[in-house]
């Protein structure tokens, strides 16, 4: 079964300093996705930013942007110029290519300090 | 657009209790799921349904039933509640359109809680 690990129960960052999230992944499978998700304490689940993995460009969203290495199995996050809005619990997910089965990491709390 | 609608948002169940967690997508998204994420963790799949009619198990489905009898609606019922089943709750859609694959869309959650 593919199994997400987030190492980094906690992290925290200084306001407009640059922070980065780690996440590995096991699976057998070519074809697939990742994501990294946010939940503030609102509780809503927000995507932050998605990766195919057959594409070997890493995705960026403004500040946010992913390090994708598929033979490491590693999918890390990247927040740069940190806000203080972008404190909340940060979940790395994966599902395979023509899978619904959403696995999800135990997450990792961001704060950020002014 | 509402998007993925939960009700309740908040309710305490007594043990043995049934009840119903209501989900409504008005997305017209044939996938839908059901999720629930215990204290520190993240969220685990407890069913899924690609269509009207069709429902699947996920990883952690014992205490629970569900039923897709519209493309709109995925009620997850509860029967017996149990402490163990002391969470919160999230529905989830996601579209088939292949400009956004798996472009999950969440609920705001139902937060349960059996004494």
């Known amino acids: 079964a593919q199994t997400v690990t987030q190492s980094q129960p906690e992290m925290s960052v200084q306001e407009a300093e640059t922070v980065t999230l780690s996440c590995t992944y096991d699976?057998?499978?070519?074809?697939?996705?990742l994501f990294w998700y946010k939940q503030p304490p609102s509780r809503q689940m927000i995507l932050v930013i998605r990766?195919?993995?057959?594409?070997?460009q890493n995705a960026t969203e403004n500040r946010f942007s992913v390090n994708f290495q598929k033979a490491a199995k590693s999918f890390s996050l990247k927040i740069s110029d940190s806000q203080l809005g972008d404190a909340a619990m940060y979940f790395c997910?994966?599902?395979?290519?023509?899978?619904?089965?959403?696995?999800f990491g135990k997450g990792t709390k961001l704060t950020v300090n002014p | 657009n509402a998007g993925v609608t939960q009700t309740p948002k908040f309710r305490i169940l007594k043990i043995g209790q049934s009840m119903t967690l209501q989900c409504t997508q008005d997305?017209?998204?044939?996938?839908m799921y059901w999720y629930r994420q215990d204290p520190g963790m993240g969220l685990k799949l407890i069913y899924y349904s690609v269509g009207a009619g069709i429902t699947d198990k996920g990883e952690v489905p014992n205490g629970y039933n569900v039923s897709r009898s519209t493309t709109e609606d995925f009620p997850l019922r509860l029967e017996l509640a149990a402490p163990s089943q002391t969470s919160v709750y999230f529905c989830?859609?996601?579209?088939?359109?292949?400009?956004?694959?798996?472009?999950?869309?969440f609920g705001s959650g139902t937060r349960l809680t059996v004494v």
């Open positions: 699976t057998s499978e070519s074809d697939y996705y």
């Open positions: 997305m017209n998204h044939n996938y």
């Open positions: 990766q195919e993995a057959y594409k070997q």
């Open positions: 997910a994966y599902v395979g290519g023509g899978s619904e089965k959403l696995v």
């Open positions: 989830a859609s996601r579209s088939q359109g292949a400009a956004t694959p798996y472009g999950y869309t």
